[in-house]
C-alpha cells in the first residue's frame, strides 16, 4: 500500500485543520488505518485509528473530542479533521495502515505532513 498524506499548514490556536491520506496499490478496504505524530525530539505517538469498515474508531486521549477520523473506501481515502488545535498538536503526522483490518502492527507508512499551530 502506498500513503500520500496532504492538508498540512500553518493555522492558528483554535482553528482547524483536515488532514487526507490517499492510498493505493492494495485493497485498501481491508486495512485498519490510522494517524500518528511525531514533535521534534519525541517518539512518534498515535492519534487515532479507524477499522476496515469504519466500525470501530479510538483516539489518544490528548484528542478526543477535538479530533475526528473517518474514511471513505470508495475513494481510498482516510481523513482526520482536527478543531480546536492547540500548538501542542505541533507536529509532523503521518497516515498508517495496519496489519489487520482493526490495529495491530503498522505495516505501511506515509511520507507525513506538518502541521504548525502558533498560540
Known amino acids: 500500500v502506498q500513503l500520500q498524506a496532504s492538508g498540512g499548514g500553518l493555522v492558528q490556536a483554535g482553528g482547524s485543520l483536515r488532514l487526507s491520506c490517499a492510498a493505493s496499490?492494495?485493497?485498501?478496504?481491508?486495512?485498519?488505518m490510522g494517524w500518528f505524530r511525531q514533535s521534534p525530539g519525541k517518539e512518534r505517538m498515535f492519534v487515532a485509528r479507524?477499522?476496515?469498515?469504519?466500525?470501530?474508531?479510538t483516539y489518544a486521549d490528548s484528542v478526543k473530542g477535538r479530533f475526528t477520523i473517518s474514511r471513505d473506501n470508495a475513494k481510498n481515502t482516510v481523513d482526520l479533521q482536527m478543531n480546536s488545535l492547540k500548538p501542542g498538536d505541533t507536529a509532523v503526522y503521518y497516515c498508517?495502515?495496519?496489519?489487520?483490518?482493526?490495529?495491530?502492527?503498522?505495516?505501511?507508512w506515509g511520507q507525513g505532513t506538518q502541521v504548525t499551530v502558533s498560540s
Open positions: 498508517a495502515a495496519y496489519r489487520t483490518a482493526i490495529a495491530g502492527p503498522v505495516d505501511y
Open positions: 479507524i477499522s476496515s469498515k469504519g466500525g470501530i474508531i
Open positions: 496499490g492494495r485493497t485498501f478496504s481491508n486495512y485498519g
